[in-house]
Every structure is written in structure tokens, then in C-alpha cells.
């Protein structure tokens, strides 16, 4: 004989069945937080050679490409805000209407780069060479540059930047 009332068990058992629901809810709830996080948001390839490389349209929020070789790699239309490019060869990337805001691009090597959209808005690239690239609408707010890398950009500066409204002229401080 069961001391306990049928009407008890029957609340007990269901309260039971509510919290396994509620645990397997939880469980699942982490797991798609957990793909919610960006799929680059950990990429560390630095020291790679990764020619012709294409992570263009990616979420690339900072990814780390130190001392990479990167040249002919696709990465328009890409976010790349708060990355890592120092050392990185650029020669023929194509950088195009990628977010390069924050972004470390101290000792990169751009030559035949296109950057031409690109917003590189605080980044830092004191070191940065700057060699044949195409810059149209391109801005540069508060980046930190040397005098001959800023001499010659300023000699192909034109347009104006789609995303922030800003002449890229201007950004440079451009006389």
C-alpha cells in the first residue's frame, strides 16, 4: 500500500518532467549562445602562408594574421575591427569596404593593395608601408601615420567613404 495520495505523485511526477524540460531548455539555450559567437573570433594564423587565401565577406573581429603572407588574399567586405595584421604581407590583397577600425597594422606591407572603401578609422599603422594602393573613399580618422607613408597617400587620396560620409582627403589631413 503507497502512503502517498495519487493526487500528490501525479504533482510530484509532473513537476519532475517540468524541470528535466526546463534543464534540457537551459542545455540547449548554451549551446546556441555558444554558436552565436563569431566562427573567426579565435583565429590565430599568424606566421602562415596563406597566398591567395579568400575570407572575403567574413566575420574576422580579431583574428590575429602576425607576420602572415597574405598577398593576392581576398578579405573585401570583411570585419576585421580590432585585428592583427602586424608584419602581415599584403602585396595584391584586396582589402576593399573591409572594417579595419582598431586594427594593428604596424609593419604590414601594403603594395598594389586595395583599401579603396576601407575604413581604418584608429588604427594603428605607424609603421605601415603604403606602396602603389588604391585608396578611393577610404578613411583614415585618427590613424597615426609616418610622414612619407602620409606623402603618399595623400598624392592618390580621393572620394569619399560610403560608410562614414568622410572624404578620404580629409581623414588624412590632406592640404
Known sequence: MNPWPIDV???LRSRLL????LSALLVCSLGLLAMATPAWAAVDVAKQVLIGADYSHQDLRGATFNLTNLRDA?????DLQGASLFGAKLQ????SDTNLREATLDS????GTDLSGAVLEDAFAFNTKFRNVTIDGAD??????????LKALCAVAQGTN???????????GCS
Open 74 to 78: 581576398d578579405f573585401s567586405g570583411s
Open 162 to 172: 560610403q560608410v562614414t560620409g568622410r572624404l578620404t582627403r580629409d581623414t588624412l
Open 18 to 21: 517540468r524541470g528535466r524540460a
Open 9 to 11: 505523485l501525479n504533482i
Open 140 to 149: 583614415f580618422t585618427n590613424v597615426s601615420l609616418r610622414g612619407d607613408a
Open 92 to 95: 595584391d590583397a584586396d582589402l
Open 108 to 111: 604590414a606591407v601594403f603594395d
